[in-house]
């Protein structure tokens, strides 16, 4: 998330919503009325704080010199933006590379330049992001990992509490949500029903 699609000041948001139970951020400062130079770092810098204080991994959007220059634990791209394999160089390899793939071709192409983690979609539509590709729905997710692809895969677009349980059973291994926690009123709420939907994953068997 970044500043603009918050319902409530960013630092809240983001406290809320990992006591709900949100296990991973990504900064994504971006869009119109975003902030931008020294006001978007700082804002960057207090997230990370928040992140770290609570142990959640920080990625940076599309921003490897705002990565850099916080060692933040990632980034994430997508298909417009630096190649994965050159982001994978810079950033070594103990960082977190994290690309979006609209296609099992994107996906592969993604693993082979050395993402840990590919987020696919728009699974349904958005509102967040001006320039989404078209609507995936859940089948791209069921034909990448019907290719045997092991790599975690995150569901991105237009993903709440009440529509996620068809992307995990597509074969996601999470999923990455803007609006349904960052615009809620209640954003630990909004998480804490999103990690519900998880519950059952540490269970040994
Ligand atoms: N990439 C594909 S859809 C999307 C991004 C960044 C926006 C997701 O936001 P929301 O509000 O969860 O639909
Ligand atoms: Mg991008």
Not at 108 to 136: C, F
Request: include cysteine; hydrophobic fraction near 45%; aromatic fraction near 4%.
């Amino acid at each position: 998330m970044g500043s603009i699609n918050c319902a409530r000041p960013p630092e809240q948001v983001l406290i809320d919503a990992i006591a709900g139970g949100t296990t991973f951020f990504q900064y994504r400062e971006k869009g119109t009325g975003a902030l931008t130079g020294s006001a978007a770092v700082e804002l960057a810098r207090q997230l990370q704080s928040i992140c770290r204080a609570q142990g959640v991994p920080f990625i940076v959007n599309d921003d490897l010199e705002l990565a850099l220059q916080l060692d933040a634990d990632g980034v994430h791209i997508g298909q417009e933006d630096a190649p994965a394999a050159l982001i994978r160089q810079q950033l070594g390899p103990d960082k977190i590379v994290g690309v979006s793939a609209h296609s099992l071709a994107e996906a592969k192409q993604a693993i082979a330049d050395g993402a840990d983690y590919l987020g696919i979609g728009p699974v349904y539509p958005t509102r967040s992001k001006a320039d989404a590709e078209p609507v995936r729905g859940t089948a791209i997710i069921e034909q990448i990992r019907a290719a045997g692809i092991t790599l975690p895969l995150v569901g991105i677009g237009g993903i709440d509490a009440r529509n996620a349980a068809p992307v995990l059973q597509a074969g996601a291994d999470g999923v990455a949500v803007i609006s349904a926690i960052a615009g809620a009123l209640d954003s630990r709420l909004a998480a804490a029903e999103l990690a519900a939907l998880f519950a059952g994953d540490n269970i040994s068997e």
